[in-house]
């Protein structure tokens, strides 16, 4: 079962405006979140979280923003650089350990 | 810090053969090793959870005489896909929690995958 939908797989942005990533989720015991971002042939790296008490959790660029009752988080990216694209993961965790990841959403941002 | 290091990258077997993938982590001791196969497309899927010195917790659906995990030490887990078929074919990546890391809300740390292809 799909706990965790990303259901754009890819997006492109122009260099400079605002990636926007969304991530949908099902399960009310999720309450922690996060984002990472892949590059090709490396691993995913953890990018920023934010807790279910949070709606919006900023770092430098990067912003993420959780809708509790929509179940639904998004990751802002402004401003969108080229070296931002990546395949971004969405991924929900609960306090039973259980975490689901969403399928990706493949960001190219063009010079 | 906190480095994960798998191997191999890619690996290409005969069908009916094993093979072994490690997970490492190179500068933590990890209490906690997590298996994920990706099909592509799709979302990383949780294999199995392997704790040091006790025998891993298989998902529902992972077939636990098939793919062995071991995890012998704090910073080595092994998977080993037994009598590999094509449909075994995927992409393999491993991911650690570092100890003392509280476990449910501390980011993982990942390896770079292991591309298996069965032929």
């Known amino acids: 079962d799909q706990q965790v939908k990303q259901n754009s797989p890819s997006l492109s942005v122009q260099e400079g405006r605002i990636s926007i990533l969304n991530c949908d989720y099902t399960?009310?015991?999720?309450?922690?979140f996060l984002w990472y971002k892949k590059y090709p042939a490396e691993g995913p790296t953890f990018l920023i979280s934010?807790?279910?008490?949070?709606d919006k959790n900023e770092d430098g660029r990067f912003t993420v923003f959780l809708n509790k009752s929509a179940k639904h988080l998004s990751l802002h990216i402004v401003p969108s650089q080229p070296g931002d694209s990546a395949v971004y993961f969405c991924?929900?965790?609960?306090?039973?350990?259980?975490?689901?990841f969403g399928a990706g959403t493949r960001l190219t941002v063009k010079p | 810090g906190a480095v994960v290091s798998q191997h191999p990258s890619r690996v290409i077997c005969k069908s009916g053969t094993s093979v072994k993938i490690e997970c490492r982590s190179l500068?933590?001791?990890?209490?906690?090793m997590f298996w994920y196969r990706q099909f592509p497309k799709q979302s990383l899927m949780l294999m199995a959870t392997?704790?040091?010195?006790?025998?891993?917790?298989?998902e529902q659906g992972v077939e636990k005489d098939k793919f062995l995990i071991n995890h012998a030490s704090l910073t080595l887990s092994t998977l080993t896909v037994t009598s590999a078929h094509p449909e075994d074919s995927s992409f393999y990546i491993c991911?650690?929690?570092?100890?003392?890391?509280?476990?449910?809300?501390?980011?993982?740390?990942f390896g770079n995958g292991t591309r298996l292809t069965v032929t």
């Open positions: 399960n009310s015991m999720f309450d922690y």
């Open positions: 991924a929900a965790s609960a306090r039973n350990n259980d975490m689901r």
């Open positions: 991911s650690a929690s570092r100890l003392g890391d509280p476990s449910y809300n501390s980011p993982l740390h």
């Open positions: 500068d933590f001791q990890a209490t906690t």
């Open positions: 392997s704790n040091e010195g006790s025998k891993a917790t298989y």
């Open positions: 934010i807790s279910s008490i949070k």
